[in-house]
């Protein structure tokens, strides 16, 4: 009678089969393999293991013998299946990435599964599993645009660095305008909300002009210091500044971010900023060049 090999665990390796064996996000195979080998090593046989978990001993015996040879790692996965290799994806795999990444079709933006597989004479399927092998999805649009603020690194490593390692004794605020709000009313007032009616209001709406809503936020408490304006110039802007000044613990430094808008540079700005030193402005990179 064959003696089945005995399976010794290490902590690591019982911590990890345990796991795997309660898992529920773990594949089903995975965990029988993990409560095979859990088995055998509590020394049961193969056909007493076979038995309590309803399976074929040949199986038992299989993944036993992989796992005392490869370990975990053995059984954590299938090894690769045999067969003929696929030739025919060999031969055109490269000519289906230079087409989907070089070329476009004649009258679409971008080749889908069905006219690159036409183009080429193969099959859609083949064309799918290139695509997918490769990462490549032609259907999707991501849109960018580089920068071209000539002291890019500096702002971007300044402005992360504020998020990551704050400096001590200093609040770090991200401040910003939205200015053109539009100021909207309703022709009429909505009628009252009553027992089988939502609420209503009329279709039309009249203007009462626009304004410009400034605001900082501190993003580690969520805590936001806000004010609307009639305007967006330098004057709203130091007006600002002073609401966070008196809004904000005296002790503390400021460190704010913010944009490279021209209103934020203006030298009556500058000027108020030096005769108060707790002020610290970071501006952040531009996607256009901003001559300083």
Not at 170 to 178: F, G, H, P, R, T
Not at 224 to 242: G, N, Y
């Amino acid at each position: 009678m064959r003696v089945p090999q005995k399976i010794t665990l290490t902590k690591k390796e019982k911590a990890a089969l345990e796991r795997w064996s309660k898992g529920r996000q773990v594949p089903v195979r995975q965990a029988e393999r993990a409560k095979i080998v859990l088995l055998a090593a509590a020394d049961l046989s193969n056909q007493e293991i076979a038995a309590k978990m309803a399976i074929k001993p040949h199986t038992v015996g299989r993944w036993r013998s992989r796992f005392a040879e490869l370990r975990v790692v053995g059984i954590e996965k299938d090894l690769p299946r045999g067969g003929r290799p696929p030739k025919q994806r060999e031969e055109v795999e490269s000519k289906i990435i230079s087409k989907t990444t070089q070329q476009t079709p004649k009258n679409a933006t971008h080749w889908s599964t069905r006219s690159l597989a036409a183009d080429l004479g193969v099959s859609q399927s083949l064309v799918h599993r290139v695509w997918k092998s490769n990462g490549l999805k032609p259907h999707l649009i991501r849109t960018f645009k580089l920068s071209r603020d000539p002291l890019f690194e500096e702002k971007l490593i300044d402005v992360v660095g504020l998020y990551l390692n704050p400096p001590e004794k200093a609040l770090v605020l991200s401040v910003d305008e939205k200015s053109q709000i539009q100021a909207l009313d309703r022709t009429q007032p909505g009628l009252p909300i009553v027992r089988g009616r939502c609420g209503t209001m009329t279709h039309d709406y009249k203007r009462n002009g626009t304004t410009t809503l400034f605001a900082a936020i501190d993003m580690t408490r969520g805590k936001v210091i806000a004010s609307c304006m009639p305007r967006h110039r330098h004057q709203e802007w130091i007006t600002f500044l002073k609401q966070i000044d008196e809004e904000t613990p005296s002790q503390l430094d400021l460190h704010l971010i913010a944009d490279n808008y021209a209103t934020h540079k203006h030298p009556k700005v500058v000027a108020w900023l030096k005769r108060h030193k707790r002020f610290h402005i970071h501006f952040i990179p531009t996607s256009s060049c901003w001559l300083e």
